[in-house]
């Protein structure tokens, strides 16, 4: 046995210089690139949101929290502060609402509560939020999201109801509501193809329905593509026409960027 070595203890560890000793490297979280955007999509059923780059890249996961009922404007706007209390900092605020809205006013919400018409969403959530807010039709952000911005394309949304919009040229047409226009005898393309029609007819009739709602559309709109979202379109099994796609339900909070693209 070696001198001054114990038995059964191994051979010393050398020891570096406290000079060589590398202290473990502390990485700073990286503060996102600005502006930060809020994207919410109000829906029949549920309200989304996340958080988008300048670019429009999500910069989280998407949040959901059940739309209330009744769906009053406090409440909603309720359940909307929730989500916000789930994701971190922003700057600004993009809203897509089902239904009419005129500058930053409700005019319709079919499918939410009769205490909507009237009712300033922007002013008012930009009040509770602190940042400025822009709100638009929610068919008419999700197609901002999908759209190729060439010759007319249309958005048809199925979910609670069914939403619409219309773009010439990547431009916005405001204000249409063709699920309110008579489809079949008294019956509106909502009353047709929306959640309770789906609910009570079953999906394979359902399909039907929808089919011949694009075939009746196709010749008197003439878009050169169509774009089939919401809810409900995860349901579609049906063969579509070429110019005919199904778009991802993100969309609707993606298209939130363009509100901000002046």
Same mark, same amino acid.
């Given at each position: ?40 999509? +109000? $829906?029949? =059923?549920?309200?989304? #949101?996340?958080? &988008? *780059?300048? !670019? ?45 809205? +005129? $500058?930053? =006013?409700?005019?319709? #919400?079919?499918? &939410? *509560?009769? !205490? ?14 602190g940042r400025p807010v822009r709100a638009l039709n929610d068919a008419g952000v999700q197609g901002y999201g999908v759209i190729e911005g060439k010759g007319t394309e249309m958005v048809l949304t199925l979910g609670?109801?069914? $939403? ?90 993606l298209g939130g960027i363009a509100l901000w693209r002046d």
């Amino acid at each position: 046995m070696r001198r001054g070595t114990k038995a059964g203890a191994g051979p010393r560890a050398k020891l570096h210089p406290r000079s060589e000793r590398r202290e473990p490297t502390r990485r700073e979280p990286r503060e996102p690139p600005r502006p930060v955007t809020l994207a919410i999509d +109000v $829906g029949g =059923t549920g309200i989304k #949101a996340l958080l &988008l *780059d300048p !670019h429009g890249e999500p910069l989280t996961e998407r949040v959901r929290v059940s739309t209330p009922r009744p769906a009053t404007p406090a409440r909603v706007l309720e359940a909307i502060l929730e989500l916000v209390h789930l994701l971190g900092d922003f700057d600004r605020v993009s809203v897509g609402f089902p239904g009419v809205v +005129v $500058g930053d =006013t409700i005019r319709t #919400a079919p499918n &939410l *509560d009769g !205490h909507w018409k009237g009712f300033p969403i922007a002013r008012v959530l930009s009040l509770k939020l602190g940042r400025p807010v822009r709100a638009l039709n929610d068919a008419g952000v999700q197609g901002y999201g999908v759209i190729e911005g060439k010759g007319t394309e249309m958005v048809l949304t199925l979910g609670t109801g069914m $939403g619409t919009a219309l773009y010439a040229d990547g431009h916005y047409v405001p204000n249409l509501e063709l699920a309110h226009h008579p489809f079949r005898g008294k019956k509106t393309y909502e009353d047709y193809v929306g959640g309770r029609a789906l609910a009570k007819i079953g999906k394979a009739k359902w399909n039907r329905r929808v089919r011949k709602v694009i075939a009746q559309i196709d010749p008197v709109w003439n878009p050169r593509r169509i774009y089939l979202g919401g809810g409900n379109a995860r349901h579609l099994r049906l063969a579509l026409p070429r110019h005919v796609s199904v778009t991802e339900n993100v969309a609707g909070l993606l298209g939130g960027i363009a509100l901000w693209r002046d």
